[in-house]
T-cell receptor, first 113, second 114 residues
């Protein structure tokens, strides 16, 4: 069974600093995808970044990067130069094989001015 | 390209009633997934449709059902509503149900059951 674990219910970061949101996963699939989504208070889920299990390089999208450590089964999201608009819930998700996409419990990030 | 649209955005029903929610995927996307989001249970997978066929189903009672039409639009239905069905229902579309395809979400339908 697939399982996603986000151990940080809430995180605080100072504006303009970097922050790392943790995500570990468990799967028996060899091929899988890892995703991060942002959910502002408005409720809409916004896709941020994707990492394939066979990708050798860490994914980056603007200020977002994914620290992928396959042996440790971790896929941490790094947000550089935090902005006030980054305050939101962040969800890690995984999809493998013929399975549906599974989400972690989420981390609420608060950016302080 | 238009994003995923969901209608209605808000809905208030009473116990015992039934409700139908609609989702229109991004043009060209053939896979549609539905999720229920509550403060207590988080994001839970309901079902996924691809080419009008239900591909996966989450651990929900039979009161929850769905379907997909030939134009990839999808509907989900909840019969005999219970108070615990109050939630944000999110629809997501992707090109196909593959591990490398990201899902794009709609704004959600917030259902309140009184």
């Amino acid at each position: 069974a697939q399982k996603i674990t986000q151990t940080q219910p809430g995180m605080f970061v100072q504006e303009k600093e970097a922050v790392t949101l943790d995500c570990t996963y468990d799967t028996s699939d060899q091929s899988y995808g890892l995703f991060w989504y942002k959910q502002p208070s408005s409720g809409e889920m916004i896709f941020l970044i994707y990492q394939g299990s066979y990708d050798e390089q860490n994914a980056t999208e603007g200020r977002y990067s994914l620290n992928f450590q396959k042996a440790r089964k971790s896929a941490n999201l790094v947000i550089s130069a935090s902005q006030l608009g980054d305050s939101a819930m962040y969800f890690c998700a995984m999809r493998g094989g013929n399975n549906d996409m599974r989400f972690g419990a989420g981390t609420r990030l608060t950016v302080k001015p | 390209k238009a994003g995923v649209t969901q209608t209605p955005r808000y809905l208030i029903k009473t116990r015992g009633q039934q409700v139908t929610l609609s989702c229109s995927p991004i043009s060209g996307h053939r896979s549609v997934s539905w999720y229920q989001q509550t403060p207590g249970q988080g994001l839970q997978f309901l079902f996924e449709y691809f080419s009008e066929t239900q591909r996966n189903k989450g651990n929900f009672p039979g009161r929850f059902s769905g379907r997909q039409f030939s134009n990839s639009r999808s509907e989900m239905n909840v019969s005999t509503l219970e108070l615990g069905d109050s939630a944000l229902y999110l629809c997501a579309s992707s090109l196909a149900p593959a591990s490398y395809n990201e899902q794009f979400f709609g704004p959600g339908t917030r259902l309140t059951v009184l």
